[in-house]
Each structure stands twice: as C-alpha cells, then as structure tokens.
C-alpha cells in the first residue's frame, strides 16, 4: 500500500529555513515524481514544487521560487524540501503528494498550478512567526 509520511515542520521565525522530509512506502519512489503543496486556512491548497521520478526535472510556485529547494534520494525513498527565507505567508500545513496522470505520466511533473493530487500523507506544520 502506497504511503507517504511528511514530517520536519516547526515554528520558526521569518527568515528562517526549515527541511521538510518526505518518506514513502509500499512502493518505488522513483517511478514517481512527487508533489509538494501547502493548505492554511481558509485558503485553498496551493501547488509548492514537484520533482520528476529521476529527480532532473522540477518546477515551483512562483511564491516561492529563489527560497524552496526539492530534491530526492531515491535509495532512501525519501523527498525532501529544503525552505530558505521563510516568510509568515509560507504557514501553512505541508503535504507531499503523488499525482493521478491527468496531466502527465507518474515520473514526470504536471504544471505546479495544476490540482491533480492522488495520495498524500498527514501532512506537517509550518508555522511563520516572530
């Protein structure tokens, strides 16, 4: 059974720099590119970043361009999403995810504003504050 564990959020004050890690199970990461995308409330889930299967290929919001990182080991199973330049608009709860191939095949990544979501973990919380 596919499963994805997020974990590494916390508070931390603006400016500040969080890795958030993505471990999954049940399957072969590799064979799949993995989503982030964050949901505060009251607001609507919002697309952070991607990284294709061979982890050559990756795409951000614009919100956050130049600040997150996505990388991947595929020999740990894990993704992971290195946030520099933390800002308080950045908190949010943090959810790794797969995507369901209405845009593209598993490996590769759909456009970062898409809403194709398919299985994702419990997410993490990251909190922006002075």
Request: include cysteine; glycine fraction near 12%; charge should be positive.
């Amino acid at each position: 059974q596919l499963q994805l564990v997020e974990s590494g959020g916390g508070l931390v004050q603006p400016g500040g720099s969080l890795r958030l890690s993505c471990a999954a199970s049940g399957f072969t990461l590799d064979a799949y590119a993995i989503r982030w995308f964050r949901k505060a409330p009251g607001q609507e889930r919002e697309g952070v970043s991607c990284i294709n299967g061979r982890g050559d290929s990756t795409n951000y919001a614009n919100s956050v361009k130049g600040r997150f990182a996505v990388s991947r080991d595929n020999a740990k199973n894990t993704v992971y999403l290195q946030m520099t330049s933390l800002k308080p608009e950045d908190t949010a709860v943090y959810y790794c995810s797969t995507h369901g191939r209405s845009w593209t095949s598993l490996g590769s990544c759909p456009p970062v504003w898409s809403d194709d979501f398919a299985s994702w973990g419990q997410g993490t919380q990251v909190i922006v504050s002075s």
